[in-house]
């Protein structure tokens, strides 16, 4: 039992890799150009000019810290962008400021109180940037071979031993030859030849850069075309790590878990408050110290009129703390109740939270705009409309719910596939409204059994 064991459980970070075509998968960012004008169809969002713009505002104000304990409110009748908008929010945002989303009915679905998990989703929408120096083995990656051995307990099945690998700059070249735990996070980060990446000499821990933009041409992977590095491979690197205070609460707190159920002592699943107030003491001391930076996120709660009173004067006090991520809320609610109460108030949300946010309002579709978004999805799913499949389906769209008409694109081409045909025609978009309903009608079918129960 020495080192090497220790080394052979080092977690390895999953791939990201997403093949699951999501509501939103489309919307790549707000679609501005560089005066922050709404062009009318641009990384996947289509119309609704005015308030991509005024996003494109809320995105400049956040990069420049001028929103931290702030918020904006998205309203606007169903299906009328406002989840897309703020996806497309952060999107612009990039990888490097937290966002989180989540539903308002999230706080009641879990066996954590209410204002804890409103507590742990403030607590990831803030980022600590931590800089260090590491010692790195950078380089493009010249030639990689992996060595194989059959599984101990499943001879079927190879598993990497270890590792060669020859890093390139444009000034250096270095062999190494590297273990299994390096070898399979090569594998898990499917690095191949022509990617760059860093291996960090220590710990092992290997990242990727992203692709030689002389080999990444007629490449579409998602990973960013970079150039060679210059200088030797083996080198100093400032390293900038992120994580959030509920990453640190959830590292503290485990540390004390395992001491707990060391001595008998029963564990929960929420975190001690005390736990939270020396993170908060400790990452001050490393913001102090000039070694951490403070980096706040973005916690968007989608349907915020599904919180209740409870939450939302939770979320008014939190705001004010120093520690505070913005606040992004969508709904589409008028004058409705709060939640909890027999209040009523715009948007079901207390005027004192309503006080603090900005107000960006989507409007309905025309069919232009309707046609456009109908387009975009169709591409996107992978679904060939004919031209009078689309002007129904727009139709649709107009008559009952963008939402509807979406929906109906997958069904329909299930129809189109049974009759041994790839595009979608009209014939089976209308043959879809027939299998599957929109709310009005649902409803409109169990009234009328009502009606004839109740004479
Ligand atoms: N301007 C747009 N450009 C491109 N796609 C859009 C646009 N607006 C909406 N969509 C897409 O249409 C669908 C419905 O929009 P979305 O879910 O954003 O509506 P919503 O306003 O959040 O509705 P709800 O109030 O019901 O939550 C989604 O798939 C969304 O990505
Ligand atoms: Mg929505």
Known sequence: MGAKSMAAIKEVKPV????????????????????????????GMVGQTEAREAAGI?????????????????????????????????????????????????IYSSELKK????????RKSIGVRFRERRTVYEG?????????????????????????????????????RVGE????????????????????????????????????????SAYRCVEKPSGSVKKDKEIVHMLTLHDLDVAYAAQRAAVASFLG????????SDVRQRVDEEVKKLVNEGRAELVPGVLFI?????????????????????????????????????????????????????????????????????????????DEEEIPLSDDALEELTRLGVERSLRYAVQLMEPARILAEREGRTKVTVEDVKKAAKYFVDLRESVQYIQQYEEKLLK
């Open 302 to 378: 989608d349907d915020a009129h599904m919180l209740d009173i409870e939450a939302f004067s939770f979320l008014t006090r939190a705001m004010e703390s120093e520690l505070a991520p913005i606040l992004v809320l969508a709904t589409n609610r008028g004058m409705t109740k709060i939640r909890g109460t027999d209040i009523e108030a715009p948007h079901g949300i207390p005027l004192d939270l309503l006080d603090r946010l900005l107000i960006i309002r989507t409007r309905p579709y025309t069919a232009e705009e309707i046609r456009e978004i109908l387009k975009i999805r169709a």
């Open 181 to 220: 735990e390096i070898a399979v996070q090569l594998l898990q980060l499917r690095v191949r030849r022509g990617d760059v990446i860093w291996i960090d000499a220590e710990t092992g821990e290997v990242h990727k850069v992203g692709r030689l933009c002389s080999e990444s041409r007629y490449d579409i």
């Open 16 to 43: 990201k890799e997403t093949r699951r075509v999501g509501a939103h998968s489309h919307i790549r960012g707000l679609g501005l150009d560089e005066n922050g004008h709404a062009k009318f169809v641009a990384d």
């Open 58 to 106: 809320v995105v400049q104000m956040i990069r420049e810290g001028k929103m931290a304990g702030r918020g904006v409110l998205i309203v606007g009748p169903s299906g009328t962008g406002k989840t897309a908008i703020a996806v497309g929010i952060a999107k612009e945002l990039g990888e490097d400021t937290p966002f989180v989303a989540m539903s308002g009915s999230e």
């Open 140 to 176: 493009a990656v010249k030639q990689l071979r992996i060595a194989y051995v059959k599984h101990p307990f499943n001879p079927y099945v190879k598993v990497p031993r270890e590792a060669e690998i020859v890093l390139e700059t444009t000034d250096d070249s270095l062999k190494l």
């Open 115 to 122: 204002t804890e998990v409103l507590m742990q989703a403030l």
């Open 265 to 272: 002592m029963p564990i929960t699943r929420e975190i001690p």
